[in-house]
């Protein structure tokens, strides 16, 4: 509690724990790049350096406020410095900005721009490092990176995780990998967190949208499109509509006129999932199965569990993940010769992730000898697509997306935060789907605060305990638990980012506090308004089952055998 | 064992009886800069000769008539230059032997251990005079030794030896007659400050370290001396390494820690040995470990060897390299009291100024302050080096002139040159000039010029001295060892580096001045950690001081140290050449041509400043032209 | 593969100093003084067994000068390039040193791997400038002759 004098102006602090969070409370913009609330204070780029009264300077994220401060964020001396950082960096950093993926997204050239770094007056005598291509999720590329360390310390701290570190010192210092192993044969989980907290084109997503429109362009291919619940929140803001709105309508409407010939969502599937898992979950517990049950809908989860607890194999639900669910049914569909109408059919999965890219490419993620998802391609991706066709996608009308796989209910919408999953299974364990049912359910303790929510509910005479998890770093804390026996859970649900699929690894950069926010209220917005809260009230779950599912629901919705990777 | 305070007592007085049952001792300087001159080697000898001659025994026994005799290994006796050292002590009368070979040990014995004669060709000589005794030597003679007092005088292994200079007796009166504020309080008051550095008084740390709510605390001691050019932390783990200890000990029992750390740098594989068998010594006699001399204190010591890098001499990034990770600096707050090593309370302070301890719990603080400046008692151990007559290990009241040290105890500049600057402090450093020469050398008192303390190394420099390679020296040092976290000391010093690079080698441009001073600036004022603040100072130091050298450099392409090679020119002198054509011969580039019997000529333009022409010149001709 | 005995080593090595992050690099360093490097399928092996991640152990071992993944030499021979040595021309010793072997600044280890050539900053025996260290010997007052003795005199040693 206190006040300091930011430039001349008094300003109030309560709990702010550093200087830089002040002063951007007091709508000063104080430039930063390695810093991140979320993540340990580096103090690195030096940028958000401030100078006191006695000439003094000190970096802003790392001072303590204290009460009757005065401190300068603007001093001449101050603005050269910081150029020629920028400068510095940019010497060091490879500059084909016009053709790079981030150009127009990467902090870095914003804040060159802001300070008006023209002339770089230094040679670039690094050499040229090859990229790594080996994931099917992320590219990296070391000439780029500019070592502020957000992509070791969000892999290390927040995922728990920690394939990448710093190797060598001084001006050999560089971000790899273990030994510059390639990517993709370490522990990576493909969750592209790293890709989110870099600031520059070092970590980008790998492109498949290239793919995508050639097969929009072959008029022998139906192209499918299904659309992950958490993609609907992160598109408008890019196009000026205001943050976190559901924006379902637009995106089907521009898919539509992108050439896409049939546009599915994904919390169809998403219902199916819930279908399969409570039923698989209610088994487990009745017939003494392997507990707890641990999700399988994000497929970074997956892969950490097989990675680092290999001896919980079997306690991941068999359950398809919804993509996985909905590309193998609408295969499927298609494979009968009546509907395909001779085309060919190609699955593009439209997600906030970049693990769902790996989870496309997994062994068991293909039905009869055929790869269900062809393509998967990231919200970013998507927002990309659309301002390719230069369509104004704000003045777009909205449309509703296609049967017989385009309407999921409530309860599938709210897979795209922490805890929609469970939620979702406990409504289907509902009796009914009365608001007051509803409410109760919401306030059981599955939408608390905090990244590790532990709560239980009663299902005929049974205490069910339920652990709700978002963030590997998170996650492991809790499945150590397990492990020692400390907590005993019967469901686990876990999501690998945090906050769940809104905040994934294939959402646009930059959210703040109010876009995270946003985008949950969002969530939840699209859940109020959705008709059928429950999946087994969803008309065109119900006729599925009954229909050209039936007897296909093993093949088609579950996994035969536990894939991590 | 030494199981309570009594036993320490009776310890303590055993070890005195044996010390002073002495009849002669012969003490063989084994620091590392006697080692390597073979000082091993003269140990042994005059051991073999020692035991060969009857009469005379090595141990101890109370009643025994027979002579008794000790050959001892020391630590550094200060004039490394001049090793292999070797001091004959009798009673309170010491002859200090220079440059001793193994073939003198058999006159030094009978000469002087047998009889009472000196051997006046190995003792110390400086401008005709021959000093006996090391306390007469004006090196030593004008210093004021606390820290080293015991280097080069008794046996650096063995604990006996220790005690009976007083060893233990400040730990003894701290544990049994002083409570741990108390303690606190006398080093507080004395005034003591940091040698490492910064200066920042230890009383005031070791305080905020025992008022932390939190109880397991750490009390860690620098000793990564990663300074080029300086040794005096060394010279002291080696030479002394239990007094270190015992200041260290004292530490702990007043800021009511369990555990200490030395971190040692890597290059000191001495200093490692000494002190771990020091360790192992106390931990027998139950010196170190649970509930020391029956009382409730305990204190365990532990040894990490530096893994080569400079920046673990930063304070964070020391204890981040003890815990495992890469020593990089982080930021602070919170601060080392608070947060330190494992996140505990931690008291880190450099050997020096645990070294001080023990005299001043001994002494009393107003004993301690009579010595030194007011801002600053005590005293400063120094590494002098570079062109001076007299180099070596130093320790001098705080307060004491450059003049002082470079004129009465470095005996003024090697070979009559012109004395030019001084470097002080290493990479972190600045230099002192001519107008400086009287300035009261503590801490407050260089900042002013631009110059700090530092660890302590002091680099004296001739007209013969290129100030603009002396600053990309200094910069091409810490470029190197920047741990590359923060931007502006791993971009600022390697862009820095890269302009003085192109200014030695005749390529710079005036606008070029101002680019470095520019990145100086910001470096100095943005960089992460103390020691990349401290970066640029060697390159504004020189420039305030000496711009004009780096301005004929650029501007003249001159040196006119005749230092920076692009810019030396080789001229054969016609007056000396006598035509041999060898030169010619030697050149591997062919850019000398001449006619045999008449003087030759060599191409500028050819010419690689390789030296190998004026090295082979049988008749001097030729000559460097700046 | 490395041969078994050397995770055996490894194994008495961790149990020395306990499988905790802070032995890591003593860890490193005593491997390194067995074998005068750093097998990597060693630093795999001991994070694994005191618990950390394998790009820790790595970001950890490329940190510091000492460490090294590649083989070095039997006699190790640091020249120092400290203030006091180098103003005495230190430069010249390294380079005799390089010449002699036919090393570089790139190539550090001769092909008998006899010999590696390496700076250091100081050795602290700076009244001796300049001085080289081979191993864990100091030898002092270095000229370019010298160079070629020491390299004799090492080579003859290694002949016994």
Redesign the interface.
Same mark, same amino acid.
Do not use: W
């Given at each position: 509690m206190g006040t300091i004098t930011i430039d001349g102006r008094k300003v109030e602090f309560t709990d702010e724990k550093n200087v830089l969070s002040i002063i951007r409370k007091a709508g000063i913009d104080i430039p930063t790049l390695c810093y991140h609330s979320e993540l340990s204070t580096f103090g690195a780029c030096r940028l958000c350096t401030v100078e006191d009264d006695r000439g003094r300077t000190f970096a802003s994220c790392s001072e303590e406020p204290r009460d009757g401060m005065v401190i300068y964020t603007n001093t001449g001396k101050l603005k050269k410095y910081r150029k020629l950082i920028i400068e510095l960096l940019l010497a060091a950093h490879c500059r084909d900005c016009t053709t790079c993926v981030k150009s127009g997204n990467c902090n870095l050239q914003t804040l060159a721009h802001r300070f008006g770094v023209t002339n770089v007056r230094f040679e670039n005598y690094k050499e040229r490092r090859p990229l790594d291509e080996s994931s099917p999720s992320i590219v990296r590329d070391p000439n780029k990176c500019i070592l502020c360390g957000n992509c070791v310390r969000v892999c290390?701290e927040l995922q728990g995780?920690?394939?990448?570190?710093?190797?060598?010192?001084g001006s050999d210092a560089m971000v790899m990998?273990?030994?510059d192993r390639q990517i993709a044969t370490?522990d990576c989980v493909n969750c592209g967190q790293c890709r989110v907290f870099c600031p520059t084109g070092a970590i980008s997503i790998k492109s498949d949208k290239d793919a995508v429109w050639d097969a929009l362009a072959d008029p022998d291919t139906r192209v499918v499109a299904q659309i992950a619940p958490a993609v609907r929140v992160a598109v408008g803001d890019a196009f000026g509509l205001p943050k976190g709105k559901s924006v379902m309508g637009k995106i089907v409407n521009v898919l539509h006129r992108m050439g896409f010939d049939e546009v599915y969502d994904t919390t169809f599937s998403a219902d199916l999932t819930i279908m399969e898992e409570s039923a698989e979950f209610l088994d487990r517990v009745k017939s003494g199965g392997k507990l707890p049950l641990l999700t399988s809908c994000c497929p970074a989860w997956v892969k950490f569990v097989d990675d680092q607890f290999p001896e919980y194999r079997e306690n991941v639900s068999t359950c398809r993940s919804p993509q996985g669910m909905m590309s193998a049914v609408v295969k499927e569909y298609f494979r009968d010769p009546e509907h395909a109408a001779g085309k060919k059919t190609v699955m593009v999965s439209i997600m906030p992730c970049t693990a769902k890219k790996m989870e496309a490419n997994r062994p068991n993620s293909y039905t009869k000898g055929e790869k269900d998802t062809d393509y998967v391609i990231t919200t970013t991706e998507l927002i990309e697509m659309i301002r390719t066709t230069g369509i104004y996608f704000a003045d777009l009308e909205p449309e509703s997306s296609d049967i017989p796989f385009g309407f999921g209910s409530g309860g599938g919408v709210i897979f795209g935060v922490t805890g929609g999953v469970t939620e979702a299974v406990i409504r289907r364990l509902a009796p009914n789907h009365t608001k007051a049912t509803m409410e109760e359910i919401a306030e059981c303790g599955v939408r608390k605060d905090g990244f590790i929510r532990e709560f239980s509910i009663p299902y005929e005479g049974m205490e069910i305990k339920i652990c709700v998890a978002s963030g590997l770093a998170n996650a492991r804390k809790v499945m150590e638990q397990v492990k020692n026996k400390e907590k005993e859970y019967h469901l686990i649900e876990i999501m690998a980012c945090r906050r769940g699929c809104i905040m994934g690894g294939g959402q646009p950069r930059l959210a703040g506090e109010r876009t995270k926010a946003a985008r949950t209220e969002g969530i939840y917005k699209a859940d109020n308004v959705s008709v059928v809260k429950k999946c087994d009230e969803n008309p065109m779950v119900l006729s599925l089952y009954e229909g050209f599912l039936k007897g296909k629901e093993h093949e088609l919705l579950h996994n035969h055998e536990f894939c991590g990777k | 064992m030494i199981e309570n305070r009594e036993d320490l007592i009776k310890s303590q007085e055993a070890a005195t009886r044996e010390f002073s049952s002495y009849d002669c001792r012969i003490l063989v300087c084994s620091g590392?800069?006697c080692?390597?001159?073979g000082s091993q080697k003269i140990y042994d000898e005059f051991l073999k000769i020692v035991k060969d001659t009857p009469g005379i025994r090595l141990d101890f026994a109370p009643h025994d008539e027979a002579t008794h005799m000790g050959v001892k290994k020391t630590g550094c006796q200060g004039?490394?230059?001049l090793?292999p050292l070797v001091r004959v002590q009798k009673g309170d009368k010491t002859v200090q032997y220079t440059k001793v070979k193994v073939s003198d040990c058999k006159e030094i014995f009978e000469r002087s251990v047998l009889g009472d004669d000196v051997v006046e060709s190995l003792l110390y000589t400086q401008k005709g005079v021959k000093y006996k005794s090391p306390e007469e030597i004006p090196f030593i003679a004008k210093q004021t030794r606390i820290v080293l007092e015991n280097c080069g005088k008794y046996d650096a292994e063995s604990f006996d030896e220790y005690l009976a200079s007083g060893g233990f007796s400040a730990f003894r009166k701290a544990l049994f007659e002083m409570t741990p504020a108390e303690v606190v309080d006398e080093v507080d008051k004395s005034g003591l400050r940091g040698r490492g550095g910064g200066g920042f008084p230890a009383g005031r740390k070791w305080k905020q370290v025992a008022r932390q709510p939190e109880k397991e605390r750490y009390v860690v001691c620098n000793g990564d001396?990663?300074?080029?050019?300086?040794?005096m932390d060394?010279?002291v783990m080696e030479g002394d390494p239990y007094k270190l200890i015992e200041g260290m000990m004292i530490a702990g029992y007043a800021v009511g820690s369990q555990n200490g750390y030395i971190y040692v740098?890597?290059?000191?594989?001495m200093s490692v040995a000494r002190l771990r068998h020091a360790i192992a010594e106390l931990e027998k006699r139950h010196m170190l470990g649970d509930n020391i001399l029956g009382t409730d204190f305990s204190f365990h010591m532990h040894i990490?060897?530096?893994?080569?890098?400079?920046v673990c001499g930063e304070g964070s990034a020391l204890t981040a390299?003890?815990?495992?990770?890469?020593?990089?600096p982080r930021v602070k707050p919170p601060r080392t009291v608070e947060k330190g090593l494992w996140a505990k309370p931690t008291v880190l302070n450099n050997v020096e100024t645990y070294a001080n301890v023990p005299k001043i719990i001994l002494k009393g603080s107003d004993w301690y302050r009579t010595i030194g400046t007011e801002g600053t008692p005590g005293t400063k151990t120094f590494?002098l080096?570079?062109?001076i007559q007299n180099?070596?290990?130093i320790e001098v009241p705080m307060g004491t002139t450059l003049r002082e040290i470079i004129f009465d105890i470095g005996g003024g500049m090697k070979d009559d040159g012109v004395f030019k600057a001084v470097?002080i402090g290493?990479p972190s450093g600045g230099c002192l000039t001519e107008q400086h020469l009287d300035v009261p050398l503590d801490f407050e008192s260089i900042k002013k010029f631009g110059a700090i303390i530092g660890s302590g190394?002091l680099?004296v420099?001739d007209s013969h001295?290129c100030m603009v390679e002396v600053a990309r020296?200094f910069m091409s040092?810490t470029q190197?060892?920047s741990?590359g976290k923060c931007v502006p000391c791993r971009e600022g010093t390697k862009r820095m580096l890269e302009i003085l690079e192109k200014i030695v080698a005749g390529k710079g441009e005036l606008s070029d001045l101002d680019k470095l001073e520019e990145l100086a600036e910001m470096v100095k004022s943005m960089a992460l950690c103390g020691l990349g603040k401290s970066a640029p100072l060697p390159v504004l130091s020189t420039l305030k001081l000496f711009r004009d050298e780096y301005e004929e450099h650029i501007t003249e392409k001159k040196c006119k140290a005749k230092v920076c090679t692009a810019m030396r020119r080789f001229i054969i002198n016609p007056e000396y050449c006598k035509g041999c054509g060898k030169c010619a011969k030697n050149c591997p580039v062919g850019a000398i041509t001449g006619v045999r019997k008449e003087c030759y000529h060599i191409d500028p333009e050819i010419c690689i400043k390789c030296e190998a022409c004026k090295d082979n010149c049988a008749f001097d001709a030729i000559y460097i032209e700046a | 593969m490395l041969d078994q005995s050397y995770y055996d080593k490894a194994d008495e090595i961790i149990a020395f100093y306990g499988k905790?992050?802070?032995?890591?690099?003593?860890i490193?360093?005593d491997i390194q003084g067995v074998y005068r490097y750093l097998p990597?399928e060693l630093l795999?092996y001991v !994070?694994e067994q005191i618990g950390? =991640?394998?790009?820790?152990?790595?970001? $950890?071992a490329?940190?510091?000068?000492?460490?090294s993944f590649e083989a070095k030499g039997k006699y190790i021979i640091?020249v120092c390039?400290?203030?006091?040595c180098?103003?005495r021309k230190s430069t010249p010793i390294l380079e005799a040193f390089q010449k002699e072997l036919g090393l570089s600044a790139k190539k550090h280890t001769t092909d008998d791997m006899m010999f590696t050539v390496e700076t250091?900053?100081?050795?602290? !025996?700076?009244?001796?400038?300049p =001085?080289v260290?081979v191993n864990?010997? $100091?030898?002092?007052r270095m000229t370019p002759e010298k160079v070629l003795e020491l390299i004799h005199e090492l080579r003859g040693d290694s002949d016994d």
């Open positions: 290390e995780v920690g394939v990448l570190g710093f190797a060598e010192r990998t273990a030994f370490t | 590392t800069g080692i390597a001159t004039v490394c230059e090793g001396e990663g300074d080029p050019g300086a040794f060394g010279s740098r890597a290059e000191y594989p990490n060897r530096g893994a080569g890098a400079f390299s003890i815990e495992g990770n890469r020593g990089m590494s080096t570079g062109s180099t070596g290990l470097q290493g190394g680099v420099m001295t020296f040092f190197r060892e741990c | 905790k992050q802070a032995s890591l690099i003593p490193m360093q990597g795999t !994070a950390i =991640t394998e790009a820790k152990a790595y970001s $950890v490329t940190f510091y000068e000492n460490f640091k390039d400290g203030t006091a180098h103003v250091v900053s100081c050795l602290g !025996a700076c009244g001796l400038a =001085t260290m864990e010997e $100091v030898h002092p």
